[in-house]
């Protein structure tokens, strides 16, 4: 059963919803509360913790919304939130998903699903993730960026071909995190993508991590893109295509 499934089914009875939300709702007010007394979200958090059910997760998620100071308070509640949720089990991923939809940063959220899920029901949901991102400009980067960068720790055909999408990102940083996830599935199927890229790539450390990944990993470049692909490497670290079509370096082109 995928993310979306648990999605569908999360809907509460008719007749309202669980008792257990009037419980919920007092100390969730506290956890989203970062003006609160140190001690009162504390001791929030820790209520909500032991009720080890989907709306404590649900209002535990919340507390990944803001940093306070000193950090190492944050990081105390924010690990104290974690360890409620993962207790809570597979009922809080419907939360966490939805969290990530709207959330400004996931690095908190992503840990979640991680202990949560495993490999593949992790790697199935990020791409699902990612699926909902596009590569026009957005005011915050980071989630889709998060993704990308999580992605290149687990491999996949359904990896590669959600992330190459990104090489067209508008964002130069997005484009290079997914050259290096694109790249850690160690899949030659795309080079062609790869290559495309660069005719159209204005960045020269782009450039440069594709090349160098081109490279170090031997992978040839198709015959109908090796012209267009010297064109693009005028202007990166000395890179060429050879007549073999594997890349090399400071033998100059053609």
């Known amino acids: 059963m995928g993310i979306f499934d648990f999605l569908r089914k999360s809907n509460p009875p008719a007749g309202g919803a669980p008792s257990e939300n009037k419980k ?14 140190t001690y009162d979200r504390l001791d929030a958090i820790q209520t909500l913790a032991a009720m080890k059910n989907a ?48 959330a400004e940063t996931l690095t908190w959220p992503l840990k979640v699903l991680r202990a949560l899920l495993d490999d593949a029901e992790y790697r199935t949901e990020l791409v699902r993730l ?31 071909v959600a992330v190459e999408r990104f090489l067209d990102d508008v964002n130069e940083t997005v484009r290079f995190h997914a050259v290096q996830t694109i790249f850690s599935q160690g899949d030659e199927a795309s080079v062609p993508a ?33 012209n267009s692909a010297n064109q693009a490497l005028q202007d990166s670290n000395g890179f060429s295509v050879g007549p073999d079509g594997k890349l090399r370096k400071g033998a100059g082109y053609g």
């Open 24 to 37: 919920v709702v007092g100390p969730a007010k506290v956890v989203a509360d970062k003006r609160a007394q």
């Open 55 to 102: 709306d404590a997760a649900a209002a535990l998620v919340r507390r990944f919304t803001f940093s306070i100071d000193p950090s190492i308070t944050d990081q105390e509640e924010k690990d104290l939130a974690f360890r409620g949720i993962v207790d809570a089990g597979k009922d809080a991923v419907p939360a966490v998903v939805e969290f990530c939809l709207k």
């Open 130 to 160: 990612l699926d909902r991102c596009d590569t026009e400009y957005a005011r915050n980067v980071e989630p889709k960026q998060q993704i990308i960068v999580a992605l290149g720790d687990i491999k996949g055909d359904d990896v590669r």
């Open 194 to 226: 790869l290559v495309k890229m660069l005719a159209a790539e204005e960045s020269v450390r782009v450039k440069n991590k594709v090349a160098e990944g081109l490279l170090t990993r031997s992978w040839t470049v198709p015959v109908e893109l090796r």
